[in-house]
């Protein structure tokens, strides 16, 4: 080949590098509605509603829990993209961004950036709900104007989400009507965003835990006032 021949070889080569894309290293597999890149899984149960896993032991939790009964949501597949190692997933509601590979989540390396039922936020993992509504007590014995208890976390908040957690709760099976517990520390998180539509959040936790039971009257017996 001659020496002009060999420069032209040589600048097609230089041509064709320039024009590949960067290699980003994610190896994201997307499978419906779910998410999958090595050791975290994302599920995008609806626009407002995703879970967010992470199995360090190997094996991700398809099983019903002592908490969540039913993830048969209607499909709604997210918009799946890559940018310099950074996974994004994308609903008409939310973008959650992930840096690929870095686990367990943390805000660092995670985030989710929502706008649904008039309100918008961005939520990063450990950030307080300091707007949380509370939740229920037990009993209320021995409870007075006085002496109020604080209470737990509840369902709604009036930051316009709620991150439920279901991480450490014993799988259910069904079939054998036992538990079985987890192995390993793992995550398994509920994120909902709803703003100030309270009555979607609270529609969503039930597709997702199931109607809660309400007794019989006849089972209080008789009141007298």
């Known amino acids: ?5 060999r420069v032209l070889v040589l600048l097609c080569t230089v041509v064709l590098c320039v024009g590949l894309p960067a290699p980003t290293g994610v190896c994201a597999e997307v499978n419906g509605n779910q998410v999958i890149e090595g050791e975290a899984r994302f599920t995008v149960l609806s626009a407002t509603l995703l879970r967010l896993e992470y199995a360090p032991a190997g094996g991700f939790c398809d099983d019903p829990t002592v908490l969540v009964q039913s993830r048969g949501f209607p499909t709604c597949e997210p918009t799946v993209s890559e940018q310099d190692g950074w996974l994004s997933i994308k609903t008409p509601a939310l973008e959650l961004r992930w840096k690929a590979g870095s686990v367990p989540f943390t805000a660092e390396n ?4 929502w706008k649904a039922g008039g309100k ?15 939740g229920t007590r037990p009993a209320l014995d021995g409870i007075g104007h006085g002496n109020l208890p604080p209470l737990d976390d509840g369902l709604l908040s009036r930051e316009g989400w709620t991150l439920l957690d279901d991480s450490e709760r014993p799988i259910w099976l069904g079939e054998e009507g036992w538990l079985k517990e987890r192995v390993g520390d793992g995550i398994d998180w509920y994120f909902f965003c709803y703003g100030t539509d309270y009555k979607q959040m609270l529609r969503q936790y039930v597709d997702l835990c199931g109607k809660i039971p309400m007794l019989p009257r006849y089972a209080f017996g008789a009141w007298f006032s």
């Open 110 to 113: 995670l985030s989710i950036a």
């Open 120 to 134: 918008s936020g961005t939520w990063k993992p450990g950030e307080d709900d300091e707007g949380n509504l509370g």
């Open 1 to 5: 080949m001659s020496g002009l021949g």
